[in-house]
């Protein structure tokens, strides 16, 4: 199962990547490479990286597929704007600094998730992961407490990748 759907993922993303234009012959020739590329990644991924992928994986996918990612993006949105204002608005004051970020999520890769999510909306980044603890450089520091501090930063993409993960 777990070669079938690791297969299949690089095989569709690899084929979305180069897109379905041009004739039957150049699509069979995309579609050949395509799976023998996928078919090598899938063995030095599915030998070498440990993961698992069990039957609640398809109600994962559509759950990061229709509400994380919408969800994302318009945070990204929002981000955008609020850096956008300060730039143009120098009167705005900033209240840049560093934040600790606790999470409860498990797992190291839904902990890069969510940290690879606040450095990709504008104004944050994310310097460190140690353990359950995310540090974040903000332009604005709005919370006073650490708890008020991931209710602005983490806690939207936290719910919905809690669901994802567990």
């Known amino acids: 199962m777990k070669y079938v759907a690791t297969f299949l993922v690089l095989l569709l993303s690899y084929l979305g990547l180069v897109g379905l234009v041009g ?3 150049q699509f069979v020739q995309e579609l050949v490479l395509g799976a023998l590329v996928s078919a ?3 063995f030095i991924l599915a030998n070498y990286v440990n993961y698992t992928i ?3 994986f398809p109600i994962r996918l559509l759950v990061f597929v229709f509400a994380y990612i919408p969800v994302f993006v318009w945070a990204l949105i929002l981000a955008n704007f609020d850096v956008a204002r300060r730039v143009l608005s120098p009167k705005i ?3 840049p600094g560093f934040v600790k970020i606790d999470t409860e999520l498990e797992g190291d890769f839904a902990k890069l998730t969510l940290a690879n999510s606040i450095t990709l909306t504008p104004g944050t980044l994310s310097i460190d992961v140690d353990g359950n603890d995310i540090y974040i450089h903000t332009v604005d ?3 006073k407490t650490p708890e008020e501090n991931k209710k602005n930063i983490s806690a939207r993409f936290e719910k919905l990748l809690g669901v994802i993960f567990k």
Request: net charge neutral; charged share 25%; aromatic share 6%.
């Open 54 to 56: 069990d039957y609640k």
């Open 40 to 42: 090598v990644l899938t």
């Open 93 to 95: 004051p900033l209240n």
């Open 141 to 143: 520091v709005k919370g």
């Open 23 to 25: 004739n039957v012959e």
